[in-house]
Nanobody, 123 residues
């Protein structure tokens, strides 16, 4: 089973930036489609961004288009989520997840999850 570890969360002011990292323990991420999801207090988990393991296809939810970028660094074997122009409504616990099939926006399609990293956007 793939074990994932997220890092890079923290407290940032509105308009600021953060870069989240997703790394794997014991397996290479290059064989997996990687999704970033988030869950705010009292809300359901939602898909944020996903990158394929084959053709480079990327999906971003509408609310983050133009602000968030998902990308792989194959040399480091890490998947990043670069977040810019952060808003208060981006505050949530962010999770990365892996699946061997093609990208998906449905959290139920992902079998391996990290523990999450808190992102708080506040002045």
């Amino acid at each position: 089973q793939v074990q994932l570890v997220e890092s890079g969360g923290g407290l940032v002011q509105p308009g600021g930036s953060l870069r989240l990292s997703c790394a794997a323990s014991g397996f290479s991420l290059e064989y997996y489609a990687i999704g970033w999801f988030r869950q705010a207090p009292g809300k359901e988990r939602e898909g944020v961004s996903c990158i394929s393991n084959s053709d480079g296809t990327i999906w971003n939810t509408d609310s983050v288009k133009g602000r968030f970028t998902i990308y792989r660094n194959d040399f480091e074997d890490v998947v990043y989520l670069q977040m810019s122009s952060l808003k208060a409504e981006d505050t949530a616990v962010y999770y990365c997840a892996a699946r061997t099939e093609y990208i998906s926006t449905n959290s139920a399609d992902f079998g391996s999850w990290g523990q999450g990293t808190q992102v708080t956007v506040s002045s």
